[in-house]
């Protein structure tokens, strides 16, 4: 029986091969020969390796040829404490690639290599020191934006009208305002441009957002309303302020029946009375039993029992149905039960504190002082 000699075989067939060896036997094949060095140099090798950055020398190894294709970067991980802020503990970078010339380089190789869509560790960067142009341009490749670090105004300008002017890569946008170190201000952009961003990706969750966001909250359901969008999950978790409460009740039914996954939370201290609560779920519930309806899953967790025997029995029914239990830690399997209102202890749930409406979605919580309750 004959043998063919590896360095016999047809260069394509010795690609497949090479193509088919974990990453790290494939650097030892590159060592055989110079033949075989400059077919492992091949970017379709190296696409799904994940290439380690952790100090400014290792930026070099973006420029290398097998890695003009790679999707993922990951970056130093390593975080020293410097200053307490708010009595929280605010942790840096030590590693040079924090510093402006770092972020730089880093930023510079990115932008030069299209495919990138992951950055492993970027968001615990400070990046303010980088150019608001160059910010943008790299941080537009990635599928997911998250905003959770202190940023520049020109920045924060900057990556919102790439988003919603550009065809990016970017599906999915996360805003933490409950972050420490938190410094995201947005006072000076546009309701109309933050609504133009975030709802051209597919995923939108904000933790946390303040009162001054009310009007771009607004404008963002509006849009949505209209369809004029890409939008179709939603995630809002409110702790601070109730946002929903200035929100018209047919613009907001409307448009969380137009997105396709919805899920919002709030405490009952700041979810309870005073924002015609049950009179706007009943309305998005109306309209989500209609055909025209495109949501599957709807999650409205700072509803409590007594808020869901004030819905018509019927139409909670209908909902279940269609797309299973909307509010956490209840069972509808006893629902006619709850028929008779007058039977439910009015206090369950929301009521267990005092509390005044002292706006249209502040609340004033007798015996609970500020600091609690921004940690709800």
């Known amino acids: 029986m004959s043998c063919t000699h590896i360095s016999n075989l047809p ?8 193509k088919l060896l ?4 494939l650097m030892t094949a590159m060592l055989v020969c110079k ?6 140099e091949d970017p379709a090798m190296w696409k799904l390796f994940m290439v380690t950055v952790n100090t400014r020398d290792d930026i070099q190894k973006l420029r290398l040829p097998r890695f003009q294709s790679v999707q993922t970067i990951q970056l130093c991980s390593t975080l020293t404490e410097v200053s307490m802020e708010g009595g929280y503990e605010i942790f840096q970078h030590d590693c040079d690639l924090q510093q402006p010339d770092g972020l730089r380089d880093l930023f510079q190789a990115i932008s030069a290599i299209p495919s990138i869509s992951e950055i492993d560790g970027i968001w615990t960067y400070d990046l303010r020191a980088l150019e608001p142009g160059l910010y943008a341009s790299a941080m537009t490749r990635l599928t997911r934006l998250r905003f959770g670090r202190k940023l520049t105004e020109e920045q924060i300008d900057n990556i919102f009208t790439v988003v919603a002017e550009e065809n990016t890569k970017v599906e999915e946008i996360f805003i933490d305002f409950s972050n420490p170190g938190f410094e995201f201000r947005m006072d000076k952009l546009s309701p109309h441009l933050f609504a133009s961003a975030v709802t051209k990706v597919r995923k939108l969750a904000m933790f946390g957002p303040m009162e001054s966001d009310q009007e771009k909250f607004k404008e963002m359901f509006k849009m949505v309303k209209e369809e004029k969008i890409f939008l179709k999950e939603l995630i809002i978790s409110l702790y601070y302020y109730n946002l929903l409460a200035s929100i018209e009740s047919d613009i907001l039914g409307t448009a969380l029946n137009r997105l396709e996954d919805v899920y919002i939370k709030g405490p009952s201290h700041l979810m309870g009375r005073g924002w015609s609560k049950v009179d706007k779920v009943t309305n998005i519930l109306r309209k989500l039993v209609r055909d025209d309806s495109k949501l599957e899953r709807l999650e409205l967790t700072f509803l ?3 808020d869901i025997v004030k819905i018509d029995p019927e139409l909670v029914r209908q909902v279940i149905k269609k797309i299973g239990e909307f509010v956490e830690n209840y069972s509808y399997m006893d629902y006619d039960e709850w028929d008779n209102v007058d039977d439910i202890d009015e206090d369950i749930g929301d009521d267990d504190v005092e509390d005044e409406v002292i706006g249209d979605g502040a609340v004033e919580v007798e015996g609970i002082g500020d600091d609690v309750l921004l940690q709800n």
Do not use: A, C, F
């Open 11 to 18: 260069e394509e067939m010795l690609r497949k091969i090479l």
């Open 22 to 25: 974990p990453h790290v036997d």
């Open 35 to 40: 033949s075989w060095q400059e077919k492992g």
């Open 304 to 306: 409590t029992r007594t």
